[in-house]
């Protein structure tokens, strides 16, 4: 089993920034990829993105491309999310992903945008 937990949001104004945080803890060698996904109230949830925890490649929805970067720590064995010049269309609970085919989930994070 592996275990992870969120961190780091919070309320910032359009235009700010805000860095997500993830710390994966239990079986972590099972955890080929790890990422992000968000909900906004009445809507679905969707991707953000995500990075191979191995190789390093990663992939971003066209919304958060070149305004999101997802890296990772192996030694803390976290994943984190640098989030900048937010847009209120960001406000949602952002939930972090691992796994080999999304089978672990963190109970996930809220960040609020105001503009």
């Known amino acids: 089993q592996v275990q992870l937990v969120e961190s780091g949001g919070g309320l910032v104004q359009a235009g700010g920034s805000l860095r997500l945080s993830c710390a994966a803890s239990?079986?972590?060698?099972?955890?080929?990829?790890m990422g992000w996904f968000r909900q906004a109230p009445g809507k679905e949830r969707e991707f953000v993105a995500a990075v191979s925890w191995n190789g390093g490649s990663t992939h971003y929805a066209g919304s958060v491309k070149g305004r999101f970067t997802i890296s990772t720590d192996k030694a803390k064995n976290t994943v984190y999310l640098q989030m900048n010049s937010l847009k209120s269309e960001d406000t949602a609970v952002y939930y972090c992903?691992?796994?080999?085919?999304?089978?672990?989930w963190g109970q996930g994070i809220q960040v609020t945008v105001s503009s």
């Open positions: 992903f691992g796994g080999s085919d999304y089978e672990y």
């Open positions: 239990g079986r972590t060698f099972s955890t080929y990829e």
